[in-house]
């Protein structure tokens, strides 16, 4: 059974190469663009892993990832970050907020699958 | 009948019953016990001293000479106290705070420390009172005689004279062992006051038993003495008008000016609120002393032999009736009136002659700049001892000189008119501001030369001083010169005359000379602290030179108040101001203190003039004042540039602070600036990295190669975009903007904007036809980039089915506006002001492909053509405003 990956991002073109290259290396890809359902969205799909960017309309990356780690469900659940904001404190923030993986953008393809596949491997294993 | 040595015995012993008397008193005081020394029953029969040998013999040859007229002498006093609270509550006052010690220290103090004044008055009062002593010592030696006379085994009957010294030596004595012992800085004296409130009791006393003796015992009731004034010659006088009231007024003038009465009711004042009791008590007294005088001139002249010295009827009444219990008592009566006036009079001019003569030529005599190295202490003693002997000796000259043969009242009436020369100086300085120090010489000056001329000169008899030659044809032969007829005056009584051209002259003297000059700045000071002494407390004028050392300032001080009372002076103040020890800082207010207690013992001139001395080197001049002023001024002009300096300083101070802040927040607002470019800039280049590496990777079908190389042309062009309206927004902030003014149509600028932002879409735009023609100066270039960001926001953010986007034109005073209204659903009104700012960007519309820099550069734009862009709501959709200013070409020029 494939691994389900949702894709958490505004930016259409940024949604468009992600999916693109994840599905292509055989990940099931689901994408939502709106920060303030989103919580509500990953509680719903149940995915595997979660991509999740910092600047999103309504709700920021942030806030978001408090509140999935609020909750025993999303405590455990991978969650890599992507913003286009490579500031330091930004990485520090989001590592005390619990995340499991931080990129920044622009990042290269190679990098975020291999990302993916280790959250999703750890995760199992 | 009374042997003389008996009699000289009993007064001696009566003296010594006053030294007594007054050693107590002042051990009394000295342990503060006894509060009632301090009574205004002592005050009110010390006030005594008014009545002299001169009241108590002197009264009843007056009136069996000129009848009732003696009663002016009573009525003056009488007057001054009823009226006490219009001068003598004033001099009173004025006296406690500036610390007065006698009649010449108030006029030197008051016309600005004039030493000169003080020693003009004090000429004044010692030639003034001089007659007056004659006339106390010309008393007690006619009583004495009138015992001698009834003893023939008196050794002293034949020589008067020999009396009349050894009396002046005897009180001499008396007064400098009281009136000197100490160097009190109040210049009161406790005992001798007891001593003569004493003798003011015993004078009374006598003078009322003589007076019931007579009535009741030789005339024989109280209605058959009425019917025998009435028979008498007395009751027939009549007083001319004239005299009566130039003699009430010379009363008065005495009661004021006469240095003994300033120095019991000034001086020795130690309760303002006794004035009060002494206002009916000491008319009362007057009143009792002044019954019998009548009786006993009528009986006198009734029973006595005739030519028999009416002047002495009180002692040669009883005497002759063999009541020689009486005759003793009133011959003590009449001692007592003599000594406690001599004995006031003598410390008063004492002090006086020490404090403004002796002091002041001591003074100079060390030379400019010496520091006081002498024992003045002892000089100041020294020399009020030698003063009392010294008066007392020119009242035993006076005394041979007139020869003893003027009467009594009459040489009472000179002294009077002599010191009353000082009272325009004194109620003019005390009521007139514009009393001055020029005017005051010059009144006293004329008015002593005036009262020398015709009353003291003329007085010692024809052919001493003056020759008859000049008595009878005037000075150098000038008829209207005569001394007693001045200016061919004729016929006038010759005390009136003398009064009325001294006291005339003077006056306008006084007046003349007060309004011809100007007075010095101290002599303003002091008029000002006299003037309004009911209206402030009295802090005499200030030092302002701090550079005497305490050392040398405690060392004169100890001379002068004494080691004791210097030292707790200094270390009051040292305390005060918070030094252990007896050198407090020389401050002004210390100054000023020490000043105050010095004048005390040496006036307050020779104060003065000693700190002066010590502080400044000199005196104090108007150049001294001047520089002070000048001093003062300097003070607080500095200390009002301290206060700007001060007020900019904080000025400064907050200015940082917000600039601070600005600076925390432009920091702040950098950080969010280069954390959102950075965004914006990774944006795009994350889609191009992305899709790059995509196409790399190969194996695509063609259309999605097509479209993943569109995408990356796209978002090449939107960083090619940003990084425009960054640098563009940067020119525009910094106002480098170089403006390219020219002159074009509206319709012109508009066409331009339209077809620039016309990319396809359906944006539907209504443009003002009748407008067109309106004239722009400006840059046209630049607003038409403003329109055209205008019009491409509505095109991303106008959510209508149909978006429309109508504009507006119209001139108003000059000014252009120009509206751009869409018909969306418009901007929030939380956000209205947030959208100008940089990557304000609210809506979160996908297909908003700007930045959010567009307004911002409006903004920019429109500020660099002096002109404003703002958000106008109420418009239905999203509403802005342009206005442009007429004169832009002007402004930018």
């Given at each position: 059974m494939r691994k389900h990956i949702l894709l958490i991002e505004d930016e259409p073109n940024i949604v468009e190469a992600i999916t693109f290259i994840l599905l292509r290396d055989g990940w099931q890809v689901d994408a939502h663009s709106d920060g303030a359902t989103a919580v509500s969205k990953v509680q719903s799909m149940a995915p595997d892993a979660v991509i999740l960017d910092v600047m999103l309309p309504n709700k920021s990356g942030f806030d978001i990832l408090r509140d999935l780690r609020a909750v025993p469900e999303t405590r455990d659940l991978p969650i890599m970050m992507l913003t286009a904001r490579g500031q330091t404190k930004d990485r520090e923030r989001a590592e005390d907020l619990?995340?499991?993986?931080?990129?920044t953008k622009p990042f290269s393809n190679a990098d975020v699958l291999a990302n993916v596949r280790a959250l999703v491997d750890r995760a199992d294993g | 009948m009374v042997s003389f040595d008996i009699l000289v015995a009993v007064s001696l012993a009566y003296v010594a019953i006053l030294f007594a008397v007054a050693f107590l008193a002042e051990r009394a005081t000295d342990g503060r016990r006894a509060q009632w020394l301090r009574s205004p029953l002592i005050y009110t029969l010390?006030?005594?001293?008014?009545?002299?040998?001169?009241?108590?013999?002197?009264?009843?040859?007056?009136?069996?000479?000129?009848?009732?007229e003696f009663v002016t002498i009573y009525l003056g006093p009488t007057g001054v106290l009823i009226g006490w609270w219009l001068i003598l509550r004033r001099l009173v006052r004025i006296g406690r705070a500036e610390r007065i010690t006698s009649i010449a220290d108030l006029i030197s103090s008051r016309f600005g420390k004039s030493a000169a004044l003080g020693g003009i008055v004090t000429i004044l009062a010692v030639v003034g009172t001089t007659p007056y002593i004659a006339l106390q010592l010309q008393s007690v030696t006619l009583s004495l005689s009138v015992f001698a006379a009834a003893d023939p085994a008196a050794a002293v009957q034949a020589s008067p004279n020999s009396t009349a010294l050894w009396v002046a030596v005897g009180l001499a004595v008396f007064t400098i062992l009281f009136g000197t012992r100490t160097l009190d800085s109040n210049e009161r004296h406790s005992g001798v006051v007891m001593a003569i409130a004493v003798e003011a009791v015993v004078k009374l006393v006598a003078l009322l038993a003589v007076g019931a003796f007579v009535v009741w015992g030789l005339a024989g009731g109280v209605g058959n003495t009425l019917a025998l004034i009435d028979t008498s010659p007395i009751a027939q006088w009549s007083v001319p008008n004239s005299r009566w009231i130039g003699l009430t007024f010379l009363s008065a003038a005495a009661f004021l000016c006469?240095?003994?009465?300033?120095?019991?009711?000034?001086?020795?004042?130690?309760?303002?609120?006794?004035?009060?009791?002494?206002?009916?008590?000491?008319?009362?007294?007057?009143?009792?002393?002044?019954?019998?005088?009548?009786?006993?001139?009528v009986v006198g002249l009734d029973m006595m032999p005739e030519g028999a010295n009416p002047d002495l009827f009180v002692l040669t009444l009883p005497m002759t009736q063999g009541q020689n219990g009486l005759a003793v008592l009133a011959f003590l009566g009449g001692f007592s009136?003599?000594?406690?006036?001599?004995?006031?009079?003598?410390?008063?001019?004492?002090?006086?002659?020490?404090?403004?003569?002796?002091?002041?030529?001591?003074?100079?005599?060390?030379?400019?700049?010496?520091?006081?190295?002498?024992?003045?202490?002892?000089?100041?003693?020294?020399?009020?001892?030698?003063?009392?002997?010294?008066?007392?000796?020119?009242?035993?000259?006076?005394?041979?000189?007139?020869?003893?043969?003027?009467a009594l009242a009459a040489m009472g009436l000179i002294s009077f008119a002599g010191v009353a020369q000082v009272l325009p100086a004194m109620v003019g300085g005390i009521f007139w501001r514009g009393a001055t120090r020029i005017g005051a010489a010059a009144g006293l000056t004329v008015g002593f030369i005036l009262w020398a001329y015709t009353m003291l000169l003329p007085s010692v008899g024809v052919g001493t001083i003056l020759s008859a030659a000049v008595v009878d044809q005037g000075l150098f032969g000038l008829h209207w010169l005569r001394p007693r007829a001045l200016f061919g005056i004729d016929g006038m009584d010759p005390v009136i005359?003398?009064?009325?051209?001294?006291?005339?002259?003077?006056?306008?003297?006084?007046?003349?000379?007060?309004?011809?000059?100007?007075?010095?700045?101290?002599?303003?000071?002091?008029?000002?602290?006299?003037?309004?002494?009911?209206?402030?407390?009295?802090?005499?004028?200030?030092?302002?030179?701090?550079?005497a050392e305490a050392e040398d300032l405690l060392l004169m001080a100890q001379r002068i108040l004494g080691p004791t009372d210097a030292q707790r002076l200094f270390r009051a103040h040292a305390a005060d101001q918070g030094k252990t020890g007896y050198l407090p800082t020389p401050s002004p207010s210390f100054l000023e203190a020490l000043e105050r207690a010095m004048s005390g013992s040496v006036g307050s001139a020779t104060a003065h003039a000693m700190i002066g001395q010590m502080v400044g080197g000199a005196s104090v001049t108007v150049e001294d004042l001047m520089a002070v002023a000048d001093e003062t001024a300097q003070i607080m002009e500095y200390s009002n540039r301290l206060e700007a300096k001060s007020e900019e300083l904080t000025n400064a101070a907050d200015q940082l602070r917000d600039a601070n802040m600005k600076l925390v927040q432009l920091s702040h607002q950098k950080d969010a600036f280069l954390s959102?470019?950075?965004?914006?800039?990774?944006?795009?280049?994350?889609?191009?990295?992305?899709?790059s590496e995509i196409l790399q990777d190969g194996a695509l079908a063609p259309k999605d190669r097509v479209k993943y190389a569109t995408i990356i042309s796209d978002e090449t062009q939107r960083l090619t975009r940003l990084l425009d309206d960054l640098l563009d927004l940067s020119v525009l902030e910094n106002g480098q903007v170089a403006l390219d003014i020219e002159t074009g149509s509206l319709a012109q600028v508009l066409d331009r904007a339209t077809a620039a932002a016309d990319f396809g879409g359906d944006l539907e735009i209504q443009r003002p036809r009748q407008a067109d023609a309106i004239l722009l100066t400006t840059d046209l270039e630049r607003l038409a980039q403003v329109m055209i960001n205008l019009i491409s926001n509505t095109r991303k953010y106008c959510v209508a089915d149909h978006p429309k986007l109508k504009i507006r034109a119209r001139q108003a005073g000059g000014d252009t506006e120009l509206d751009f209204i869409d018909n969306g659903e418009g901007v929030p009104a939380a956000h209205r002001q947030l959208i100008f700012e940089k990557f304000a960007r609210i809506s979160d519309e996908a297909k908003a492909g700007s930045a959010g820099l567009g307004l911002a550069i409006c903004r920019e734009i429109m500020t660099n053509l002096g002109g404003t862009i703002e958000y106008l709501p109420g418009q239905g959709g999203a509403a802005f405003r342009l206005r442009l200013p007429a004169s832009q070409a002007m402004a930018a020029q």
């Open positions: 619990g995340v499991s993986a931080f990129m | 010390s006030l005594s001293v008014y009545c002299t040998a001169w009241t108590f013999y002197g009264a009843v040859g007056f009136a069996a000479r000129s009848g009732l006469l240095p003994r009465m300033f120095h019991v009711l000034v001086v020795e004042n130690s309760d303002e609120r006794h004035l009060h009791t002494a206002s009916w008590a000491f008319p009362l007294y007057l009143l009792l002393m002044s019954l019998f005088v009548v009786p006993i001139a009136s003599a000594t406690s006036m001599v004995i006031v009079a003598a410390i008063a001019l004492s002090t006086m002659v020490s404090n403004h003569l002796a002091a002041p030529v001591w003074l100079r005599s060390r030379g400019e700049g010496a520091t006081v190295s002498g024992d003045l202490r002892n000089v100041v003693l020294m020399s009020r001892r030698i003063a009392i002997a010294v008066i007392l000796g020119l009242g035993y000259l006076y005394y041979r000189l007139s020869g003893g043969g003027a005359h003398a009064v009325f051209w001294s006291l005339l002259f003077n006056t306008l003297a006084f007046v003349a000379g007060s309004i011809l000059s100007t007075p010095t700045p101290l002599e303003r000071m002091q008029a000002s602290q006299f003037i309004t002494a009911f209206d402030q407390g009295g802090a005499a004028r200030s030092w302002r030179h701090g550079v959102q470019i950075s965004h914006e800039l990774r944006t795009p280049m994350t889609s191009i990295r992305s899709f």
